[in-house]
């Protein structure tokens, strides 16, 4: 299903191309030696790489700032081969070089990891971009519960968590455990209030807080979220039993960086679900009789979502089908119909939680400086407002105000449509993404230009590493002598590892369960679930055998399914030039030519060299099979697509336990589809796509 994308942009806008130099400059691929100029948002220069001698030839600030020449560089920003290069895909991560200068591989991953949850389609624009930049969300993007899920997810992994720090830092402050910092807070709110000079004071914090990044350490020393309990500001042991992380409320162990937080997320969504459904199906354990048998032995309805509603209402005699409910089917629609916006609104919070993160915290290759400048100079006012304003004219004027916006709607009205008719874009103009935090990028919208950096320097970046197996129960490494926590050494060991008595007796139940689950029950409910499931599995696999014949005399819809189940034979490297996949049912591989004169996408049934090279040039002319080939610049719409329907692929994934490999739609601009199936590196092959071109994306 597709997914919401997000605006990023940088500080000094360049002025967006027209799509004919579009095709002549950014397609044609930066030159070597035409080299501009461009001063950077900190008052430095870069060297910007050109197609022609001006800026508009970069169809986005993200763009420019792709081919822009980088003081720091990692192994991504480096290629002085024509070929493309590869910096470790199929290889461990600790064998991966630093990809990307000033950010760490971890860092780099995590933001990749969240941007394939992000987006799912997008498609080219030809419209003049305000901020400069693309991948905005488009106004007619619809609903759907894939996207609702990520966006809460990234609700949870900013604003909530952030939150959670937050107030974690007040609790800290409040429980004088850490004496000299509340002191020194409590003297200065003291002396402030003498002086009756409360808000020039915490406006001039916020100035140094902002402008000066030591200054948050020093006055908020970080710990380990997990670590610090909300009520009391001392030590705690996580929720977890071992501080795994440090960045998650639980502290469970992760494998990667950012692993424990986003599936925290997940579960965080999982848990909004779940006592959603059981309220829906009316779920009140407490009236259950006691040693109910039968209870015991079926599976909770409350997965069977609206099915057990309507169970729960027949089993008390009412009549819930839409024939007696009149109320039903337009309570269900204007029930969907409100959650677009409140979709959008999910999403524009923590695209701008996001952005005031970024701003404050920047990473490269964005500017540093001015965002933070910015920021200050819009509290510098409030300082002096605060300074000659008393209490009584403050409360003065906010009545005023009150009064003002009771009392003249009229004018008000009559302003806004004059504001409507001369500058119908006012709205947009004065959204913070365009105004106030204008050049400061969201998540999604930092990690499409460090796509595009390794693209514009042939070097893809490599994908997040994955494992099936599951994280250490080792806590991560913590140097307490770095905490400004009230506590000891012993005390904070004892705090980051799991109780040795405590794992001993989960140990021993664990292995009474285990003993217990060995003995001979009649448990009806889970024998006729495990005969339902195998039966369902079977089905599957037979149903799959019948798509494979109908395959082979002509069905679309049948050469779509083979192969969406893949077998360890299919399994094996691929990227970054060549994907395993398929097209019409046939095997291949998808090739991406950056390294050709016209950069494109094809496919064959035989594998490229790997150069990425023109397909033509590096495939035996006698075994060569080009089924397609399409210039990358010609590229419209990218669409993620599922290897099957979303209940098909729950029923699979519940009966088989196997993953469903997936699919892409590619459309050129001449509305011609491309649909590729069953590609074991879907979301890489997206990324890669969405990263070459000069496209100014819309996400969808």
């Known amino acids: 299903m597709p997914m919401p994308g997000y605006v990023f942009q940088d500080g000094q806008p360049i002025p967006d191309s027209e799509l004919h130099e579009q095709r002549q400059g950014l397609h044609a691929g930066p030159s070597s030696t035409d080299i501009t100029r461009v001063s950077t948002s900190t008052g430095s220069a870069i060297n910007t790489p050109t197609s022609s001698a001006t800026d508009g030839d970069h169809a986005t600030d993200s763009h420019a700032l792709a081919n822009a020449d980088h003081d720091e560089k990692g192994a991504a920003q480096v290629n002085e081969e024509g070929t493309v290069k590869n910096l470790g895909w199929n290889e461990h991560p600790n064998e991966i070089p630093d990809l990307v200068g000033g950010l760490e ?9 969240r941007f394939d949850k992000q987006m799912y389609h997008v498609k080219a624009t030809k419209e003049p971009l305000l901020a400069g930049l693309d991948l905005n969300i488009a106004d007619e993007d619809e609903f759907s519960p894939d996207k609702l899920r990520a ?33 020194a807070f409590a003297a200065v709110y003291a002396l402030a209030w003498l002086l009756n000079l409360l808000v020039p004071t915490f406006f001039t914090t916020f100035i140094v807080l902002i402008v000066y990044p030591p200054s948050r350490t020093i006055l908020f020393p970080p710990a380990p979220l997990a670590l610090v309990d909300s009520n009391t500001g001392g030590v705690q042991s996580p929720a977890a039993g071992v501080l795994g992380s440090h960045d998650s409320a639980t502290g469970a162990p992760e494998k990667h960086k950012g692993e424990a937080v986003e599936q925290e997320a997940s579960n965080f969504v999982s848990g909004i679900g779940s006592i959603a459904l059981s309220s829906a199906t009316g779920k009140h354990e407490q009236g259950d009789p006691e040693n109910d048998p039968l209870n ?92 000659l304003t008393t209490s009584a004219m403050f409360m003065r004027m906010t009545t005023f105000g009150v009064g003002v916006g009771f009392f003249s709607d009229p004018l008000i009205w009559r302003g806004l449509e004059w504001l409507n008719t ?106 006729i679930l495990g005969f339902f499931k195998g039966t369902t599995a079977t089905g599957v696999e037979t149903k799959l055998g019948v798509d494979k014949v109908r395959a082979k005399i002509g069905s679309a819809h049948a050469k779509n399914h083979l192969g969406v189940l893949p077998k360890a034979a299919d399994l094996g490297p691929s990227g970054p030039v060549d994907f395993k996949g398929r097209y019409k049912g046939h095997r291949g591989w998808i090739n991406i030519s950056t390294a050709a004169a016209v950069p494109c996408v094809s496919w064959s049934k035989e594998i490229s060299d790997g150069s990425g090279a023109a397909v033509e040039d590096t495939i035996d002319k006698h075994r060569k099979n080009v089924a397609f080939k399409v210039p990358i610049r010609e590229i419209q719409e990218l669409k993620k697509v599922g290897g099957l329907g979303w209940k098909a692929k729950i029923v699979v994934g519940w009966a088989t336990g196997k993953t469903v490999a997936d699919g892409l739609e590619i459309t050129d601009k001449e509305g011609n589809v491309w649909k590729l199936t069953a590609i074991q590196y879907r979301e890489e092959l997206f990324n890669r796509l969405a990263a070459i071109g000069g496209q100014k994306w819309e996400a969808w």
């Open 105 to 113: 591989n971890d860092d780099l991953w995590a933001l990749i990891r």
């Open 151 to 183: 966006n809460v997810e990234r609700l949870y992994m900013t604003v909530i968590i952030g939150l959670m720090g937050f107030g974690k830092h007040i609790a800290r402050l409040r429980s004088w455990r850490e004496p000299r910092r509340t002191g």
């Open 296 to 387: 015991s032995s079926v599976p909770d309805p409350t997965r069977m979502a609206m099915a057990g509603a309507e169970a729960k209402s027949s089993a008390q005699g009412g009549t819930p089908t839409k024939h007696h409910d009149k109320t039903k089917e337009p309570m269900e629609d204007a029930m969907w119909g409100k959650m677009r916006p409140v979709m959008h609104v999910v999403g524009d919070i923590a695209d701008g939680w996001e952005r005031f993160a970024n701003a404050l915290s920047p990473t490269p290759p964005f500017p540093t400086e001015k965002p933070r400048l910015i920021l200050a100079s819009v509290l510098v006012p409030g300082v002096a407002v605060s300074l």
């Open 422 to 527: 001369n500058y119908p874009n006012w709205q947009k103009l004065l959204e913070i993404r365009n105004s106030l935090l204008k050049g400061v990028p969201t998540n999604a919208q930092l990690t499409i230009t460090l796509l595009r950096i390794g693209e514009a320097n042939r070097a893809p970046l490599p994908p997040p590493p994955s494992s099936d197996q599951p994280p250490p129960d080792k806590p991560k490494s913590l140097n307490s002598d770095d905490l400004a926590l009230d506590a000891s050494n012993d005390e904070i060991h004892s705090a980051i590892h799991e109780d040795p008595s405590e794992k001993e007796a989960a140990e021993a139940a664990a292995a009474t369960t285990a003993g217990a689950e060995g003995k001979p029950k009649h448990r009806h409910g889970q024998h």
